[in-house]
């Protein structure tokens, strides 16, 4: 009786014991096929039931990880469109327009940067734009296609004073961005008969420009665009820009940039920095009387330096030469 008994409770045991191990081989099956919602009843106690509950934080845990890669994912689809979006924005990088020759380069901190720079002709005058919104990354790409828009606008209407330009891009990004987000901005527009060159600025970083020299300019041969200041674009829906004015010389080079060339770091976390800037524009716009040229020597000079360290702002350059009247 005794034995009767033992073996009926062996063959009760056994049964539970593997109809436990069966479910957790099929759901492990399902798991394997793809279907993460699926869990284990836990009914039993000891190593069985610790093994199935182990299981189901392991089905949860690959479930969740398995939405976020796909959100993941779809935000980087999404973020390469936005670049490709982006890209459109900008002009293309080399460009005569009369005694105006403009080159440009633009590299962003992320998929999406919120600098921008762009050249427009208008009868005898020629506008250079360039901005740096406030942060970077889809934000600030957002901004910046705003501004593009509202730049589009001005581009293809009367010619217009800087300050009155800015005043309008100004109101366009107060009412659209709400206060939230500014952008700092340089204008400038030149006159390809006289080299008469009008510009505002809303607290930019301020063009340099450099006169024609026999010998390797030195730093104080840059003269720096600061004699007029205007508050951030966004800041102030009722501001009223002041315009600075600047007579250009034959073969006066102009050079336009944002912060991020500056703040541009190396493997060892050294800034590029303003003397290393000023250092490289020397040496190129001496060496290089075109643009196009001596921006590319300034650009690889840069690359250089940072050897692929990851940007901490976006970066844009624009050289202008101003050949003489026509």
């Known amino acids: 009786a005794v034995i009767s008994a033992t073996a009926i409770i062996a063959v009760l045991a056994a049964r539970g014991l593997t109809s436990a191990l069966g479910h957790l081989s099929s759901a492990t099956q399902k798991i394997a096929e793809g279907d993460f919602g699926v869990r284990v009843d836990v009914k039993s106690g000891g190593e069985i039931g610790s093994l199935a509950t182990s299981f189901n934080t392991m089905a949860e845990e690959v479930s969740r990880l398995m939405k976020e890669t796909a959100q993941k994912a779809r935000m980087e689809s999404e973020l390469a469109t936005a670049k490709a979006v982006q ?82 891009l100004n109101r366009a990004i107060c009412e659209s961005s709400k206060g939230k987000m500014m952008m700092t901005f340089f204008l ?104 196009k040229e001596a921006l590319g020597q300034v650009v690889d000079k840069l690359e250089s330096f940072r050897s692929d360290t990851p940007l901490d702002d976006d970066v844009t350059l624009v050289f202008c030469n101003y050949k003489g009247a026509a």
């Not at 940067?113 to 427009?120: C, K, P, V």
């Not at 970077?136 to 606008?153: C, E, F, I, N």
């Not at 315009?243 to 060339?261: C, K, N, S």
């Open 87 to 168: 890209e459109t924005l900008f002009p293309e990088p080399h460009a005569q327009m009369g005694s105006v020759h403009v080159s440009g380069y633009y590299m962003p901190a992320s998929e999406c940067g919120g600098d921008w720079w762009h050249y427009s002709e208008n009868g005898d005058k020629v506008y250079i734009w360039i901005a740096d919104a406030t942060g970077h990354g889809a934000p600030a790409a957002l901004l910046t296609s705003a501004t593009r828009a509202v730049v589009s606008v001005i581009s293809h209407g009367p010619a217009r004073p800087v300050s009155e330009a800015l005043g309008i």
């Open 188 to 291: 400038a527009c030149i006159d390809k008969n006289t080299g008469e060159m009008t510009y505002a600025n809303a607290s930019h970083e301020p063009p340099l420009i450099l006169h024609k020299t026999e010998d390797e300019p030195g730093r104080d041969d840059f003269t720096p665009l600061n004699d007029v200041n205007n508050p951030r674009l966004g800041e102030q829906i009722d501001c009223i820009f002041k315009e600075g004015r600047v007579q250009l010389q034959t073969e006066d080079r102009i050079v336009f940039y944002t912060d991020g060339v500056i703040d541009v770091k190396n493997p060892e976390q050294k800034q590029f920095g303003e003397r290393r800037f000023l250092k490289s524009l020397a040496t190129e716009l001496h060496a290089s009387p075109e643009a």
